[in-house]
């Protein structure tokens, strides 16, 4: 009620006083500045060629840098490989968080907090070292992985993990979920502590059964703050240089390249800044609509 | 109380006089900014530092300013510098990046400061190749070409003639596979399949044996027979086990030290790495490991790189004379040849004759003489320039593709082509 009052009077407020509406527009210059500035930069290049190599100033060239990449099969192979990189971790670490925040959620004891500690420990790895570890632990011939894999009998032979094009991306995925599994743990353990005890107990009260529970009370309840992480890892997936770059460079062929990887190609080792700018504007369009998509999918469920 | 106010007047000139002056004493010393590597890695670092310290000493006036860069990232920075107004005075640089560099329209020509006397002071070749529509874009410091490194306990073990390395790719095939029979878990053949520019720069000796020349003057393009015939022996040798892919050239070098390598492809400087990993000396390195010129193709000929490092003056330095000074020396002193070029970077200095006597004895070893002898002549021109770093994109991609799938050889081809037509 008084929270309600509150809204209500601070509403009130600022239909009084518009100056409140002003005070706005110091974070609306700083915004622009950071970001809208090099958004607008970067989409007026991606209609020009600009190369830094080339001593001639830009030239404008229209659309010509988005035709090229409609025709570019690189382009398409980097943005399915985004793809799969992205809502592939997303879907497996989610899932992997959820269940080991549901398992964990009622241990008690000694081990208990050490056990917590241990599952988060991966998000406290910076994401580099978390490349090279893997990096090194996929070796073809000395690599752990392969060692323990062939000694229980599994592979006769090393695999070449980050060597095969047909394993490289899904190698790169089981490492970034090792490292984005924490993350989801944190959200969903945090979000089921704040299930009201007055519920889980009314549950208990009508004998519901453990899946009953699960699927009738805390899902239901977890369902925001997994849409919410889902879009923040989903941004920072589909943002995602340092593993990729780490441990294949997009490898081996196109095998494992992805948007973010391919504009760093074109931008910083060819220096052609126009048609780099160009992808990443598609990038940008692409991660703007999955942002709106999640978005009016909390707004659906808040409404 | 007169007299001393008078002392304070004359000490306060006196102070005064001397804070005037010392501006213009300053302005004397000037500090140049040298972009390398060399201080950047932990072999080559005491040495560059010393011959930096050598040439302070020996120039009162000019400080070095030595800024560490990666290897890797030494294109990307400079062009990023260069056009933010900001390049450093003198740049050490190797492969594509002196030509990106120059493309760009950043270097100052050497031209007016490399006079007859300097150029006629170094061997034939090693200067030429950076003489562009007549101006001299960069100054040669060392010459480290590619030669084909091979592990004679490796042979030997294997029945085969440690003394005689195989001298064509037929030839190499079988010795490849006897000693794979032999010792499996031996990476039989070192090779850089990563996908960068000094790869494709590494490989394109191996494409020409086959006769392919994928881009360039001349080139015959990605489809030609010759280029589908590198791509599928580049294939056999990874289906037969005989490389590994995806590992850069450096990764070999402390494995062909532990004796897990039987041929390599590397630079002149892999002596110098292997003998700081295992600690041999040097009759023991010449019993061990040799050097030979590529095994020959189809094309009936074997090819190397030039991986040497050149130095480079920027256009927009305010101390260009300083500079130049700093350059020749690095390149053409004598002891700077000794410390550095031989003794630290394990590689040949351009110049043609040595007076000192030691420097001379330095370079007569059985591997600088089969680099001077044998593999230098063999050296061909690649096609550098703005254009090379993106196709070398298309180019090692498909290698990488040819090497860890099954995507036909040819269809591998029509993309890399189609990459380059982009």
């Known amino acids: 009620m008084s929270a309600k009052l509150n809204t209500r009077s601070s509403r009130s407020l600022r239909g009084k006083i518009p100056f409140l509406d002003w005070m706005v527009i110091p974070t609306l210059i700083v915004l622009f500045l950071i970001v809208g500035y090099p958004v607008v930069s970067t989409a007026i290049l991606s209609f020009q060629e600009y190369n830094l190599l080339k001593p001639n100033p830009p030239e404008w060239i229209g659309i010509d840098n988005y035709s090229d990449m409609y025709a570019d099969r690189v382009f398409w192979v980097a943005l399915t490989n985004t793809l799969i990189y992205t809502f592939g971790t997303v879907f ?19 081990f208990s907090s050490w056990i917590n500690a241990i599952v988060v420990i991966p998000w406290a790895v910076p994401f580099v070292v978390v490349a090279f570890l893997f990096r090194f632990m996929y070796m073809q011939n000395g690599g752990i992985v392969n060692e323990v894999l062939m000694d229980v009998g599994i592979l006769s032979q090393p695999a070449p993990w980050l060597n095969s094009s047909d394993l490289a991306l899904p190698a790169i995925i089981v490492a970034n979920v090792w490292a ?49 992480g889902s879009l923040l890892m989903v941004i920072a997936n589909f943002n995602d240089f340092a593993k990729v770059w780490v441990m294949t460079q997009g490898g081996p062929g196109y095998s494992s390249t992805t948007l973010v990887v391919y504009v760093y190609r074109m931008a910083f080792e060819n220096f052609d800044l126009g048609y780099a700018s160009a992808i990443g504007i598609i990038w940008l369009i692409l991660l703007l609509g999955t942002a709106a998509l999640y978005i009016r999918l909390l707004l659906v469920r808040s409404s | 109380m007169k007299n001393s106010s008078r002392t304070m007047l004359f000490g306060g000139i006196a102070v005064a006089t001397s804070l005037l002056s010392a501006p213009s004493a300053f302005a004397q010393d000037i500090t140049l900014q040298f972009t390398n590597w060399a201080t950047a890695e932990q072999t080559t670092q005491a040495g560059m530092q ?38 450093p005075d003198v740049a050490q640089v190797a492969g594509n990046d002196t030509f990106v560099l120059a493309a760009s329209g950043g270097l100052q020509s050497l ?34 070409p590619a030669g084909f490194w091979y592990n004679k306990e490796i042979l030997a073990n294997a029945g085969l003639d440690p003394e005689n390395p195989p001298a064509t790719i037929d030839e190499l095939n079988s010795a490849m596979a006897t000693i794979k029979a032999a010792n499996p878990d031996i990476i039989t053949l070192g090779l850089d399949t990563t996908n960068r520019a000094f790869a494709l720069s590494s490989n394109w000796p191996w494409m020409l044996a086959f006769g392919a020349k994928p881009v360039g003057e001349d080139a015959t393009g990605a489809e030609s027979p010759e280029m589908l015939a590198y791509l599928e022996w580049m294939r056999s040798l990874a289906q037969n086990g005989y490389i590994d892919p995806g590992r850069k050239i450096g990764e070999f070098r402390p494995l062909i030290a532990q004796g897990q390598v039987a041929f390599l492809w590397d630079q002149v400087l892999v002596q110098g790495v292997i003998q700081s990993s295992n600690g041999m000396d040097n009759d023991t390195f010449n019993a061990t490991y040799g050097v030979a010129p590529m095994p020959a193709g189809p094309s009936g000929q074997g090819y190397s790189f030039e991986g040497g490092h050149q130095l480079v003056m920027f256009a927009d330095s305010e101390h260009k004379e300083a500079a130049w000074k700093f350059i020749k020396y690095l390149s053409t002193d004598e002891n700077a040849a000794k410390v550095y070029t031989i003794g630290t970077n394990r590689s040949i200095p351009p110049a043609a004759e040595f007076e000192d006597g030691e420097v001379a004895a330095l370079l007569s070893t059985p591997v600088i003489d089969s680099y001077s002898a044998k593999i230098i002549p063999t050296i061909a021109a690649q096609p550098y320039g703005a254009d090379f770093a993106e196709a070398a994109t298309a180019i090692m991609a498909g290698v990488q593709e040819a090497v860890t799938s099954d995507i036909p050889i040819a269809e591998i081809a029509k993309n890399i082509q189609s990459q380059l037509d982009r």
């Open chain 1, 92 to 110: 497996v670490s989610a899932l992997i968080g959820l269940g080991l925040a549901l398992i964990l959620e009622n241990m008690t004891g000694r």
């Open chain 1, 180 to 228: 984005t599994t924490p993350f989801f743990f944190l959200v969903v353990a945090a979000a089921l502590s704040g299930i009201p005890d007055a519920v889980l107990e009314s549950a208990r009260v009508d004998r519901a059964g453990i899946w009953s529970t699960l699927w009738h009370i805390k899902l239901p309840f977890l369902r925001t703050p997994l849409v919410i």
């Open chain 2, 111 to 144: 031209s007016q400061y490399a006079d007859d006397a300097i150029l006629g002071s170094l061997k034939t070749g090693s200067f030429e190749a950076f003489n562009l529509d007549g101006e001299m874009i960069a100054f040669p410091w060392n010459q480290a």
């Open chain 2, 50 to 87: 010393e011959v930096i310290d050598a040439f302070e000493a020996a120039n009162p006036g000019i400080k070095i300013e030595s800024q560490t860069v990666a290897f890797s990232e030494t294109a990307r920075q400079l062009v990023l510098r260069l056009r933010s107004g900001n390049p």
